[in-house]
């Protein structure tokens, strides 16, 4: 089992930059392919970003493709999402989740408790 807690959130005017942070505590965290995932009120909660459990691999929802950047560092059991160029439809609750590699909700068995990104126009 992992524990997981972000941290970085925060307000940001909109062509800002913010990076959060992914803390992993219990099993190694190289052990899992990790996601970031958002919810904005009134929303359902969507894929972001994902890496495989080395970092070889990444994949990007459409809308922060090239605007955003996972990344992990296994020997800090920790995962990072750069984000670039916010907008205000970034403006959301983000999580991060442990799991099997893909965009899937289901494919994430554990999750953070979420920071709040808020990015004001």
């Known amino acids: 089992q992992v524990q997981l807690v972000e941290s970085g959130g925060g307000l940001v005017q909109a062509g800002g930059s913010l990076r959060l942070s992914c803390a992993a505590s219990?099993?190694?965290?190289?052990?899992?392919?990790m996601g970031w995932f958002r919810q904005a009120p009134g929303k359902e909660r969507e894929f972001v970003a994902a890496?495989?459990?080395?970092?070889?691999?990444?994949y990007y929802a459409d809308s922060v493709k090239g605007r955003f950047t996972i990344s992990r560092d296994n020997a800090k059991n920790t995962v990072y999402l750069q984000m670039n160029s916010l907008k205000a439809e970034d403006t959301a609750v983000y999580y991060c989740a442990a799991g099997h590699y893909g965009s899937g909700r289901d494919l994430y068995d554990y999750w953070g408790q979420g920071t709040q990104v808020t990015v004001s126009s």
């Open positions: 219990g099993r190694t965290l190289s052990s899992y392919a």
């Open positions: 890496i495989s459990r080395i970092g070889s691999i990444t």
